[in-house]
T-cell receptor, first 115, second 113 residues
């Protein structure tokens, strides 16, 4: 149980394009999903908290207009990196928790490379 | 000062050794403590979850929390090469719907066969 998937696992795009990453909870309903970014040899940095049916809450320093988050259903949240630039290249990981649990379950991550 | 401090390692041990991984923290409000294992280029996998102080054991893994010292540990007995990964501690003050986890930087562990 508690399986979270992400798609795509890897994406390479040109500078200026937009990239959408999907995060799905496969066997439970995720009332809350979290989006993290991880640079090489660094820890996970929380970008935003996404609650189903409401606007995401962004961490300080994260541009909400650049990182668009949609949590339209209890099993799906999407992160869209708009007008991506090389400095946005990173490992993006989502996590999800159901309404009863206290711990988070992570997806396998998406490696974004912007050329 | 970071809220959560963790030695990044790398830590190299021979197969069969007992491994001790640690984190310290500064926020006395933290009550929920987790250890995650992350293999290279993969998402973190929850290993242990504890609430408040005390010990918790699961197979070869033991988690300890000492809130008075603001110190948590993860012990791995009979370490195996497959345990080679980055171990992240994480903690939060709340267990509710929007519990935000604060992560340590992770300790890279290498178990040599």
């Amino acid at each position: 149980g508690a399986v979270v998937s992400q798609h795509p696992s890897r994406v390479i795009c040109k500078s200026g394009t937009s990239v959408k990453i999907e995060c799905r909870s496969l066997d439970f309903q995720a009332t809350t999903m979290f989006w993290y970014r991880q640079f090489p040899k660094q820890s996970l940095m929380l970008m935003a908290t996404s609650n189903e049916g409401s606007k995401a809450t962004y961490e300080q320093g994260v541009e909400k207009d650049k990182f668009l988050i949609n949590h339209a259903s209890l099993t799906l949240s999407t992160l869209t990196v708009t007008s991506a630039h090389p400095e946005d290249s990173s490992f993006y990981i989502c996590s999800a928790r159901d309404r009863w649990g206290d711990s988070q379950f992570f997806g396998p991550g998406t490696r974004l490379t912007v050329l | 000062q970071k809220e959560v401090e963790q030695d990044p390692g790398p830590l190299s041990v021979p197969e069969g050794a007992i491994v001790s991984l640690n984190c310290t923290y500064s926020n006395s409000a933290f009550q929920y403590f987790m250890w995650y294992r992350q293999y290279s280029r993969k998402g973190p996998e929850l290993l242990m979850y504890t609430y408040s102080s005390g010990n918790k054991e699961d197979g070869r893994f033991t988690a300890q929390v000492d809130k008075s010292s603001k110190y948590i540990s993860l012990f791995i007995r009979d370490s195996q090469p497959s345990d080679s990964a980055t171990y992240l501690c994480a903690m939060s003050a709340y267990g509710g719907a929007t519990n935000k986890l604060i992560f340590g930087t992770g300790t890279l562990l290498a178990v040599q066969p």
